[in-house]
C-alpha cells in the first residue's frame, strides 16, 4: 500500500512538471510566433510572397523583385541575428525580437526606409546594451528603456547607460559631438536621426572599452545559459527547431558559467583557513573581555537585586497579608463550596454502589 502511495504521488509530482512545462512551451512559442510576425512588418515583406508583395505596392512581379529580396533579406538577418542573441547579447530569440520591434520603425524610418541596413545597426544596438550592462552593472531593462527613448526624442534615461553623460537633450549634443560620427559640430538634434544616436553611443563605449565576452564573465555567461534555456523552451512548442542544437548551446554555455564561477570557488576555498584563524585568534583575544563584561554584568545586577531587597520586602509582606486577609474574609464562602463538593461526590458514589 505504502509502495503504491509512493508511485502515486511521484505520478503526481511529475504530472505537474509535465503541465508546467507544457504551459511554458506554448506561451514561449505563442510570443515567438506574435514576435517573428512583427519582425515580418518591420523588417519584411509582412508575410508575403513575392506575388502578393508586388500586388500591394502596384508593381509587377519583375519590378518589386529587388526591393522584395532586400526586404527578405532584411528580415532573415535579423531572424538570424534574434537566434544567436544568446551568445552575442544574451538575450533570447524572444527578447532580441521584442527589443528589436520597440524601435526599429523610427530607426528604419531615419533610413529612408532601408531595411538592411536597419537590421544591422539594430543588432549593433542590442549588442550595445549588452555590453554595457555587462560592464556597468546595470539591469539591461534600464538601457532597453533608454534606447526606446531615444527613439522617441526623449532623452531623460541617457543617464541609465553611465557613460558620463546626464539625462538631458543637451548631454546627448555632447554625447554625440564627443563621438565625432559627424563631421562637425552640432547645438541641436534637430537633424539627427536615431540611427546617429546609435553610433555615437557605439563610439562612446568603444573609447571607454565597455565590450565583454559573454563566455569570460560570470553575469553574462549566466545571462547567456539563461537564453539558451529560454530558446530551448520556446523550440519544443516549434516543429522545425533543431532541439539537438538548442539542447548543445545549453550544455556549451553551462560549461562557460562553471569555467567563470570555478576560479571564485577555488579562492574561497583557499582563502577559507585564513578566514577561519583570523576569527578564531580575534574571537580568543576578545574572550577574556567579554567574560570579564558579563561577569561584572552579573554583580551590577546582583548587587542591585541585593540593594532594592530592603525595599521590596515590605511590599512583599503587604502583597502576602492582603492574600491572606481576602481567604479569610471570603473563607465561610470556601467552606460552603468544599462541603458542596465533598455532599455531590458522596451522593455519586451512592448512586453508583448498586450497580457495583
Known amino acids: 500500500k505504502a509502495f503504491a502511495v509512493g508511485l502515486a504521488t511521484i505520478a503526481a509530482a511529475a504530472g505537474a512538471v509535465a503541465y508546467k512545462l507544457g504551459t511554458a512551451v506554448v506561451e514561449s512559442f505563442g510570443d515567438y510566433e506574435q514576435l517573428v510576425g512583427g519582425v515580418e512588418t518591420l523588417f519584411g515583406a509582412g508575410g508575403k510572397s513575392l506575388e502578393e508583395y ?7 512581379v519583375d519590378e518589386a523583385r529587388a526591393e522584395y529580396d532586400k526586404l527578405i533579406s532584411a528580415q532573415e ?13 544574451g538575450l533570447s530569440a524572444n527578447d532580441y525580437m521584442e527589443t528589436v520591434t520597440s524601435f526599429s520603425a523610427a530607426l528604419v524610418s531615419g533610413l529612408g526606409g532601408d531595411t538592411e541596413k536597419a537590421a544591422k545597426l539594430a543588432d549593433l544596438a542590442i549588442t550595445d546594451m549588452s555590453d554595457n550592462a555587462n560592464k556597468m552593472g546595470t539591469d539591461i531593462s534600464a538601457i532597453q528603456n533608454a534606447y526606446q527613448g531615444f527613439a522617441k526624442q526623449n532623452y531623460t534615461m541617457l543617464d541609465n547607460l553611465k557613460l558620463g553623460y546626464g539625462g538631458t537633450q543637451s548631454e546627448m549634443i555632447r554625447l554625440i559631438n564627443d563621438s565625432g560620427i559627424l563631421e562637425e559640430k552640432i547645438t541641436s538634434l534637430d537633424n539627427v536621426s536615431f540611427d546617429q544616436m546609435i553610433l555615437a553611443i557605439h563610439e562612446i563605449q568603444d573609447l571607454i572599452e565597455t565590450a565583454e565576452e559573454a563566455t569570460k564573465t560570470i553575469q553574462g555567461s549566466m545571462n547567456s545559459l539563461s537564453a539558451a534555456w529560454s ?12 532541439i539537438q542544437k538548442l539542447v548543445d548551446d545549453v550544455a556549451e554555455y553551462l560549461g562557460y558559467v562553471i569555467d567563470n564561477i570555478t576560479p571564485v570557488v577555488q579562492n574561497i576555498v583557499k582563502a577559507l583557513p585564513t578566514l577561519l584563524n583570523g576569527v578564531a585568534e580575534n574571537v580568543g583575544k576578545l574572550l577574556p573581555t567579554i567574560l570579564t563584561a558579563v561577569v561584572d554584568l552579573f554583580k551590577s545586577i546582583l548587587s542591585t537585586l541585593l540593594s532594592l531587597i530592603p525595599e521590596l520586602i515590605p511590599v512583599i509582606v503587604e502583597a502576602v497579608m492582603t492574600v491572606v486577609d481576602t481567604l479569610i474574609e471570603n473563607l465561610p464562602l ?3 463550596a468544599a462541603a458542596q463538593l465533598i455532599l455531590e461526590l458522596a451522593t455519586g458514589i451512592a448512586k453508583a454502589l448498586p450497580t457495583l
Open 77 to 89: 538577418t535579423t531572424l538570424s541575428n534574434a537566434d544567436n542573441a544568446f551568445r552575442t547579447a
Open 231 to 242: 530558446n530551448l523552451i520556446t523550440g519544443l512548442g516549434n516543429a522545425d527547431a533543431d
Open 334 to 336: 470556601l467552606v460552603e
Open 54 to 60: 508586388a500586388k500591394s505596392v502596384g508593381k509587377s
